[in-house]
Nanobody, 116 residues
Framework: QVQLVESGGGLVQPGGSLRLSCAAS????????MGWYRQAPGKQRESVAT???????NYAGSVKGRFTISRDNAKNTMYLQMDTLKPDDTAVYYC??????????WGQGTQVTVSS
């Protein structure tokens, strides 16, 4: 079992920055890939960025160049640095972990609101 806890969401003005954190605990040695997903009201959950244990990174086109995903394997923590935020980035952001045996785990989500 893996437990994921997100933190760092909040209200920010357009153009501002936020940093999200996701702390993993439990059987973290089984984790292969971690990622951030988001879900806006009335929309489907979408992938924002993912990072593997080996450091391979993928970004959604809408956030490329503005968001940076990183991972501290020693601390079992993943981060999402979000810069130049736009109102369209408003959503609940979820941390996700995938294991070598294709299991998936989700955090409880953290609200990010971009508004003036």
């Amino acid at each position: 079992q893996v437990q994921l806890v997100e933190s760092g969401g909040g209200l920010v003005q357009p153009g501002g920055s936020l940093r999200l954190s996701c702390a993993a605990s439990g059987d973290t040695f089984v984790i292969y890939v971690m990622g951030w997903y988001r879900q806006a009201p009335g929309k489907q959950r979408e992938s924002v960025a993912t990072i593997t244990t080996g450091g391979t990174i993928n970004y959604a086109g809408s956030v490329k160049g503005r968001f940076t995903i990183s991972r501290d394997n020693a601390k079992n923590t993943m981060y999402l640095q979000m810069d130049t935020l736009k109102p369209d980035d408003t959503a609940v952001y979820y941390c996700n972990a995938g294991t070598f045996s294709d299991e998936e785990y989700w955090g409880q989500g953290t609200q990010v609101t971009v508004s003036s």
